[in-house]
């Protein structure tokens, strides 16, 4: 199948077959998704928490209104952003590029203090929402690689962060759960998966100027 066919394919499981579960290639193949995506700067300014403890999914499924996706898939992974960056951060993802690219960190002084600009350049506030945004990247990156391998997934925003912070232990690394991402393949019993897909048409979407 074409990577359209497969958006096609995809929607937001809601009923998770338990007794299936990914291989441990998939599962990779998923964290690689989210570890390889892009983040403005490249600061990758974010942790993703995979929770594979069964009781604690059922804490965190409390937390999240017994959505069933939170204990019934797979895997479940918690995507947390920094609440807050500063130079210090910037110089350790510069002095990781440098590394990797065998290179000095003086070469890479001008994009590091052009970083150093923007991060302190805002508010706090607007840091903040701007360190939430970047975690939806790597969201839609593996929504979109789980659908290529024909692995269900559920992007989820219905929980509350503040508990789930408190049970991954996110408050004390300075690190907010923004969003949800379950993993799995479809329950037979989820009717969902035989609705038509509702989009709005190329027309109703796009602006073309």
């Avoid at 994009?111 to 939806?136: F, I």
Wanted: hydrophobic share 40%; glycine share 4%; aromatic share 10%.
């Amino acid at each position: 199948m074409s990577n359209i066919e497969n958006l096609e394919w995809r929607y937001a499981t809601k009923r998770y077959d338990t007794t299936k579960k990914l291989t441990p290639d998939q599962l990779n193949m998923i964290k690689e998704s989210l570890r390889l995506s892009p983040s403005s700067f490249g600061l990758q300014a974010w942790k993703f928490v995979h929770v594979a403890d069964p009781a604690l999914r059922q804490e965190l499924a409390a937390a999240a209104w017994n959505q069933p996706q939170v204990t019934e898939a797979s895997d479940l992974f918690v995507l947390a952003s920094y609440v807050s960056i500063d130079e210090a951060f910037v110089d350790k993802f510069v002095a990781s590029v440098a590394e990797t690219r065998g290179i000095s960190v003086d070469v890479l002084q001008g994009y590091r203090d052009m970083m150093v600009g923007s991060v302190k350049g805002r508010t706090p506030e607007q840091l903040g929402e701007w360190l939430a945004r970047q975690v939806y990247i790597p969201l839609g990156v593996a929504l979109t690689v789980a659908a290529d391998n024909h692995i269900d997934a559920s992007p989820m925003e219905g929980f509350d962060s503040q508990k789930f912070n408190e049970l991954l232990g996110l408050d004390k690394l300075n690190l907010c759960a923004r969003t949800i991402l379950a993993v799995g393949f479809r329950s037979p019993e989820d009717e969902t998966q035989n609705m038509k897909k509702s989009r709005f048409s190329q027309e109703e979407v796009f602006i073309e100027r």
